[in-house]
């Protein structure tokens, strides 16, 4: 088989949306052209790039593709031609998303998918007048786009159904979210949702019943938690106890007949309502350069999605998807019988220290190494089928003994590969010895003594044929190899 073929974006607009969007796309493996008039382009978004270099990898227990290429363009028709992908990112004027498209598709392949990246217009208003107006759809992200995972994909009557379920399917490969708005509207779903809130958070400041920090620590502590991992109706059935939904409504239903809001009218915005806003602004988060709460924003936005992750939940869901996606076709998600070759230690691991992962010295802590070497040992069960259709049946291996070497630092972002090699693996006792390594720099090794065992006993017993078979061809073959340097090694003893 030849070289896979690489896949270009082509980023019209290399603002922080735009460059939320490159950034996306380059660490999932596709190539990406910048087109950007401004001669500063480059330097604004290298931050943007480090930053998310910084975060994306975290979400992850399974290493992302290797970059694609950057680069950036002064002529859009050479940023376009022959792009797979091609991102609107231009300020909110519709003369001037007109403009692009029009260069856009004088040049650009006819089954490219052109998305833009606009908050407000319709599809059918960016439509309008253009080459090919089939090719043209919605695709509304939310910053930082490099983590976020939702994307608000809107056509209109005209779009190519075949390029939005492409589009659909392209999205989900980032590891995004593709939220299909099915009826064309102003704001799409989602903005209309922050724009109600915006509008009475701005009365709530101007007629002096709430700071800005008030608001936000309203949001943050309380319903914003909620709506993070339950979203809002979800959040209201479980407010009606086991009656659900129905009680709710008939509950809290008459309130909204209450002049509580002010949802159809907005402050005007005097320089007196600016100077106020601004002001409570920066005292709430003064303290903090906007790097120090992009970082910040970054590492929290982890935090909670890795949260949500371990309980294959909302943003978590769509993680653990895109995890599969990527182990697929892999050696990290073959079986025992899919590998011709067992000679050498495989590889078990291959995955980015994440931001949680590092104590006060700035490098991994103890317990994550045991937690790699962990997943290690688990991954190489599944591979000889101790998975977990087989311990749901009954039978497991269980951990006798542990002992790791820590060899060299390991730093958040690091992409770290485990390589397994089995000691001993005969009847109910397997043996393994595990290697870290950043490249070819050998970080730590772990060495596991396991027993299988009978989950209604709770005592040793035999494994079934398939994992004998299965592994004694591997234990054959690694009999072969040199004892690895550190296994059996007792503590305090150096090479």
């Known amino acids: 088989m030849g070289e896979p073929v690489a896949k270009i974006a082509a980023i019209i607009g290399g603002g922080v949306i735009g460059g939320g969007w490159a950034a996306r796309f380059l660490l ?90 606009t908050s407000g217009f319709r599809p059918s208003e960016l439509q309008e007048g ?54 064309e509207i102003d704001a799409h779903i989602a903005d209309r949702f922050l724009e109600a809130v915006w509008r009475e958070a701005l009365w709530l400041v101007k007629d002096g019943v709430a700071t800005t920090e008030e608001i936000d620590e309203a949001i943050r502590m309380g319903f914003g938690i909620r709506w993070a991992q339950m979203g809002l109706f979800d959040t209201y059935r479980t407010a009606g106890g086991e009656a659900g939904m129905r009680h709710f409504m008939a509950q809290f239903g008459p309130a909204l007949k209450w002049p509580w809001t002010k949802l159809m009218d907005v402050p005007e915005f005097t320089d007196e309502l600016v100077d106020l806003i601004a002001g409570q602004s920066d005292a709430q988060s003064g303290h903090m350069n906007i790097s120090e709460m992009l970082a910040a924003r970054d590492d929290n936005l982890v935090a909670m999605m890795r949260a949500l992750k371990a309980n294959d939940w909302g943003a978590g869901a769509v993680l653990n998807a895109h995890e599969v996606s990527l182990r697929a076709g892999s050696v990290l998600g073959a079986s025992a019988d899919d590998l011709e070759d067992v000679s050498v230690p495989i590889l078990t691991v291959r995955r980015a220290v994440p931001l949680d992962w590092t104590d006060y010295n700035g490098h991994m802590n103890e317990a994550r190494y045991l937690q790699a070497f962990g997943d290690a040992t688990d991954r190489f069960m599944a591979l000889i089928g101790c998975d ?23 730093h958040a972002g690091t992409v770290i590969e485990v390589h397994t090699q089995v000691l001993t693996g005969a009847g109910k006792k397997l043996h ?18 396991l027993l299988h065992v009978s989950l209604e006993t709770r005592r040793p017993s035999e494994p079934a044929p398939g994992i004998v078979a299965a592994l004694e061809r591997i234990a054959a073959a690694h009999a072969r190899l040199d004892v690895p340097q550190g296994a059996g090694r007792a503590v305090g003893q150096r090479p």
């Not at 977990?388 to 390991?410: L, P």
């Not at 393994?432 to 003594?449: I, K, P, Q, S």
Request: charged share 20%; aromatic share 8%; proline share 8%.
């Open 28 to 117: 999932n493996g596709w190539d990406v052209r910048v087109f950007d008039p401004d001669p500063e382009a480059e330097a604004k978004l290298a931050p943007v790039l480090a930053q998310a270099r910084r975060a994306l990898p975290s979400l992850t227990d399974v290493a992302l593709p290797d970059e694609g290429a950057l680069s950036f363009y002064s002529d859009l028709s050479e940023a376009v031609a022959g792009a797979d992908w091609i991102q609107e990112s231009v300020p909110e004027r519709l003369e001037i998303k007109h403009r692009t498209f029009a260069a856009v598709q004088a040049v650009c392949p006819e089954d490219a998918i052109i998305g833009s990246s």
């Open 130 to 183: 253009t080459k090919r107006p089939g090719q043209i759809m919605v695709c509304h992200p939310f910053n930082p786009v490099y983590l976020m995972p939702l994307v608000e994909v809107v056509p209109s009557p005209a779009t190519d159904a075949t390029l939005i379920q492409r589009a659909k399917a392209t999205l989900s490969s980032l590891g995004m979210y593709p939220l299909h708005v099915r009826k």
């Open 388 to 410: 977990a259709e087989y311990i749901a049946m009954g039978g497991s291996y269980f951990t006798a003994e542990t002992h790791i070497r820590h060899v060299d630092e390991v």
């Open 432 to 449: 393994l010895f595990h290697e870290m390594y950043d490249g070819d720099r050998l970080l730590a090794t772990g060495e596991h003594f």
